[in-house]
C-alpha cells in the first residue's frame, strides 16, 4: 500500500517538493480544473525529485484506475441520473412526506430524508443537493421556512450523499488504502444514519423555536391512510435502493453488481411508466460521463503523486513533525478533524481522499486508530466540510439554483454543522460507533 513504499525518508525536503506544491495552489487559484492541477504538481514533482521514474508516469496513470471496484462508480453515478429522468425520485419525496407529516415540520424532514436516499444512491453530494433543492426549495418556502434556511437545509441533507453507504467515496478511499469496499460501507451503515438523524434533531429544534413549519395533527388513522396511499402509487421506486441495500450488505453482490443491477432496474422502470425513451439515452449518458469524466482523472494523476510522496518520505515527515507538537491521541484526533474540514470546504471528496489519505493514515496508526475507523471519521469530517461556512461546496450549489446569498444561507447552516460535527467525533473517539456491525475479525 502507498503509505508502506518506505519507512525512511529517501530525499530531503526542499524545492523539489514545494515548487510542485506551489504549482498546484497557483494553478487552483487561477481556476485550473482540479484533475489538471494534481496532474501538474505530480509530474513537477517527480520530475524534480526523481523518487519515481518518468518513464513509469504514463503506467502510474493506467494502473491506478485499472481496478475493477472503480466500475461501480460511473454506474451508481448513471443510476441517479436515470432516477431524475424517470421521475422515481419524487416517488422518493412522496412516500418520505407521508412517512413524516405525522410531526411538526414534516415536509423539512422528508427533505432530508429525500437528500440522503438519492444522494446515497448517486453518490454525489451536489447532484443530490441540486435534484432535490430544485424539488423542495420552493415548496419549504411556501411552507413557511425562510429560503436561506430551506437552502441550509437541503445542503446539509445532501451531505449524507458521501456519507450512507453505498458511496463513491468509500469505494475510492477502500481502493487507495486497500480496504474492502463492502466491509467499509457496513462500517459507515450506523455512522451514516446517526448524521441523517443529526440534521433531522437539528431541523425538529429550529422548527420548534421558530415555528416555520405546521403539522402534527394528523390522527393515527389519517397518516396511515395517507402513507398507504403515497407507498401504493410509488412503491416501485424503492426496488432501486432496496436491491442495492440488500445485495451489497448480505455479501450477494458487490459495490459494482449491485451499481449494474441498479441501473438495469433503474432503466426498466423507467421504459415500463413511460418515463424514459430511447431518445433519452444520448444525454443521459454524456451526462454521466461529464461526471464521470471529472472523477477518474483526479484518481489517476493523484496515485502517482501519493506514490512519489510515499517514497520521500513526507507522510512520516508530516506524522513527526505532528507528534513533535504533541503526542496526545485526543489532541492528534481534533487535529486531523480540523484538516478534514478545511479540506472539505475547499476541495471536492475525491482529490481530499487521494491526497490526504496517504498522508493522515500513519497518523491514525500512530495512535492506534482502526483502519475502518479513519476511514469513515476521514469520509464524515470531508462531509461536514460541504456545509462548512462560508465556502462550503453544498453552500454553492444551492446558492447557484435559488439565486439566494451564499452568505444568508451559510449562517442558517451553522446549527446543522454544529451537531454533524458532534457526530465525527462520536466516530473519532468511540471506536464501536463504526465496528459494531462488522465480524469480530474486522474490529
Known amino acids: 500500500m502507498l503509505w508502506q513504499t518506505l519507512e525512511t525518508a529517501t530525499v530531503e525536503l526542499g524545492w523539489s517538493f514545494y515548487g510542485p506544491v506551489l504549482i498546484f495552489v497557483i494553478l487552483c487559484a487561477l481556476g485550473v480544473p482540479v484533475w489538471a492541477a494534481i496532474g501538474a504538481c505530480a509530474a513537477a514533482l517527480i520530475w524534480w525529485s526523481g523518487a519515481v521514474p518518468m518513464s513509469l508516469l ?4 493506467f494502473s491506478g484506475i485499472d481496478a475493477f471496484a472503480l466500475t461501480a462508480v460511473p454506474l451508481f453515478i448513471l443510476t441517479g441520473d436515470v432516477l431524475v429522468r424517470t421521475g422515481l425520485s419524487r416517488k422518493f419525496l412522496d412516500v418520505a412526506e407521508a412517512l413524516t407529516c405525522w410531526g411538526r415540520g414534516g415536509f423539512g424532514s422528508a427533505t432530508v430524508l429525500v437528500c440522503g436516499i438519492f444522494s446515497a444512491i448517486s453518490g454525489s453530494d451536489a447532484a443530490g443537493a441540486a435534484a432535490v433543492g430544485r424539488m423542495t426549495i420552493a415548496r419549504l418556502v411556501e411552507s413557511g421556512y425562510p429560503r436561506p434556511y430551506a437552502c441550509a437545509l437541503v445542503a446539509a441533507g445532501a451531505c449524507t450523499g458521501i456519507l450512507i453507504p453505498p458511496s463513491i467515496a468509500y469505494i475510492i478511499i477502500g481502493l487507495v488504502l486497500g480496504v474492502s469496499a463492502s466491509t467499509l460501507f ?3 451503515l450506523i455512522p451514516g444514519i446517526l448524521i441523517l438523524v443529526s440534521i433531522l434533531v437539528t431541523n425538529t429544534v429550529v422548527n420548534l423555536r421558530h415555528g416555520y413549519e405546521g403539522g402534527g395533527n394528523l390522527s393515527m388513522r389519517a397518516w396511515l391512510t395517507q402513507l398507504g396511499r403515497a407507498l401504493a402509487s410509488g412503491w416501485y421506486a424503492f426496488l432501486v435502493p432496496g436491491i442495492i441495500f440488500y445485495g451489497i450488505f448480505s455479501g450477494r453482490l458487490t459495490p459494482t453488481e449491485a451499481g449494474a443491477t441498479a441501473v438495469v432496474v433503474t432503466i426498466g422502470l423507467g421504459f415500463i411508466l413511460g418515463t424514459l425513451r430511447l431518445s433519452d439515452f444520448p444525454s443521459m449518458l454524456v451526462s454521466s460521463a461529464k461526471v464521470n469524466g471529472v472523477i477518474l482523472p483526479i484518481i489517476a494523476f493523484s496515485l502517482p503523486l501519493a506514490q512519489a510522496l510515499a517514497i520521500m518520505g513526507v507522510p512520516q515527515g508530516f506524522v513527526g513533525a505532528v507528534t513533535s507538537l504533541t503526542e496526545n491521541p485526543a ?4 487535529l486531523m478533524i480540523g484538516i478534514l474540514i478545511a479540506a472539505g470546504c475547499v476541495m471536492e471528496t475525491t482529490p481530499n481522499i487521494v491526497i490526504l489519505a496517504p498522508l493522515l493514515k500513519p497518523l491514525a496508526d500512530n495512535i492506534g486508530m482502526n483502519d475502518l475507523q479513519f476511514c469513515v471519521m476521514m ?10 461556512p462560508p465556502l462550503g461546496l453544498n453552500l454553492f450549489v444551492v446558492s447557484g439554483i435559488t439565486g439566494e446569498s451564499i452568505l444568508r ?6 446549527p446543522f454543522v454544529f451537531f454533524m460535527l458532534l457526530v465525527v467525533l462520536l466516530i473519532a473517539y468511540v471506536p464501536a460507533v463504526s465496528t459494531m456491525l462488522l465480524p469480530a475479525v474486522h474490529r
Open 331 to 334: 489532541l492528534l484526533i481534533l
Open 409 to 414: 444561507i451559510a449562517g442558517r447552516a451553522v
Open 379 to 388: 469520509i464524515t469530517a470531508l462531509g461536514v466540510g460541504f456545509i462548512t
Open 58 to 61: 504514463g503506467e502510474s496513470l
Open 186 to 188: 457496513l462500517a459507515a
